[in-house]
């Protein structure tokens, strides 16, 4: 049997697609299989600890009137609700009095406009944790509604574990018609494999402020957002960065414990919303920042030599075994990941989008660097 001859353009190639594969797989298996077979720790108590709830609202009248009574009426024996209305020009303070007459542990602040010092989200999110009485804290958003009565059980369970400060939940968008809902559901399912994942391999870098959890101590005795107050984005990454640890952060993925939001309805308006998320991507540790840019890379460049031995090259073989051994395992790891945390079959959409994620990704980022600053937290 005759061996294969190689040209130099052929070795660059099959360098770069091996490289490629390389790296691919060991992400897949350093920072995803850990979520695929994940079991959580069992519950240690059938004591449930009082909690506080923290949400910011700015302008919400509309959703506080949908989802706040779905927070008030958690199954959960003792709890209080902390809404900070951070200045807002509609009838959030309207609704949140009407509540507050039928509702008794709802407690509501109010922050007025300074223009000596701007009043963003981790301002109020800070005046919100001052207020809060107890000390575990779920936090979550004004246009959120949990997934169940048993999401804030399930969070406090999680967060009460021995040795536990923090706990990092899931913050999911409700299925609608379109395309880009399917993108949107899918590039969060995507997201949550990986900060989930990065948590349980020993390398917490994010959260979700739809859905997270700590202790009032942990945010007291690390002087809350302090470092990083100015900047509008970070109060559920910069600080996770911050004060998280492999061994005082958990995660909590019980379909019963996530958070709905209503999606952007459109390409543009999602590109709108990850351009804010993507702003404190360059102040991550150097070597998590540098994992999140090759990612994205070196699937590009899998994808695009491996399609080239597939299709323009007498080696196909090559390129079936390559792409055939990468996207078998995503689809194995991924689809245990999906059954784990509940969030369906929105899996199959690395089918179309593994390629189209990153040029999507870069089409986000590149609105940063070439449009005007967002200065507002909404």
Not at 43 to 50: H, Q
Not at 202 to 215: A, D
Not at 323 to 349: C, D, E, H, V
Request: glycine share 6%; proline share 4%; aromatic share 14%.
């Amino acid at each position: 049997m005759a061996i294969p001859q190689f040209d130099l353009i052929e070795i660059i190639t099959i360098s770069i697609l091996s490289l490629s594969w390389c790296f691919q797989l060991w992400f897949l298996l350093k920072r995803i299989r850990p979520l695929a077979v994940y079991r959580p720790s069992p519950v240690t108590s059938s004591t449930l600890p009082p909690v506080s709830v923290i949400i910011c609202a700015k302008d919400e009248d509309y959703n506080l009137s949908l989802f706040l009574p779905e927070i008030l009426t958690q199954d959960y024996p003792n709890y209080q609700v902390v809404v900070v209305n951070d200045n807002s020009e509609d009838d959030t303070s309207e609704i949140l009095q009407q509540f507050k007459n039928q509702y008794p542990h709802l407690y509501t602040t109010t922050l007025s406009a300074d223009k000596k010092f701007y009043n963003g989200k981790k301002t109020a999110l800070s005046i919100g944790i001052k207020a809060a009485v107890h000390e575990h804290l779920i936090l979550t958003d004004a246009d959120c509604r949990p997934a169940s009565n048993q999401w804030l059980k399930h969070m406090v369970e999680a967060l009460t574990q021995p040795g536990k400060e923090m706990v990092l939940g899931i913050g999911n968008y409700e299925k609608q018609k379109g395309l880009a809902n399917f993108w949107i559901r899918y590039d969060t399912f995507s997201i949550a494999l990986q900060y989930l994942g990065y948590a349980l391999s020993g390398k917490p870098y994010m959260g979700v402020g739809r859905n997270l959890g700590y202790t009032k101590s942990l945010f007291v005795n690390n002087n809350g957002f302090k470092n990083h107050l100015m900047i509008m984005s970070g109060d559920d990454d910069l600080f996770v960065q911050e004060v998280a640890s492999q061994s005082n952060t958990t995660i909590c993925i019980h379909p019963q414990a996530h958070t709905m939001s209503v999606p952007a309805g459109s390409f543009s308006k999602w590109k709108n919303q990850k351009q804010r998320h993507l702003t404190t991507a360059g102040r991550y540790p150097f070597g998590i920042r540098m994992e999140l840019t090759l990612e994205p890379i070196t699937r590009e460049l899998f994808w695009i030599f491996s399609l080239y031995y597939l299709f323009f090259n007498n080696f196909v073989v090559i390129g079936l075994a390559f792409w055939g051994s990468l996207m078998t395992t995503k689809y194995i790891l991924w689809r245990m990941a999906a059954k784990k945390t509940g969030l369906g079959n929105i899996y199959w959409g690395f089918i179309g989008f593994d390629f189209l994620q990153p040029l999507l990704l870069l089409w986000a980022h590149a609105g940063n660097l070439t449009g005007t600053k967002k200065k507002k937290w909404k």
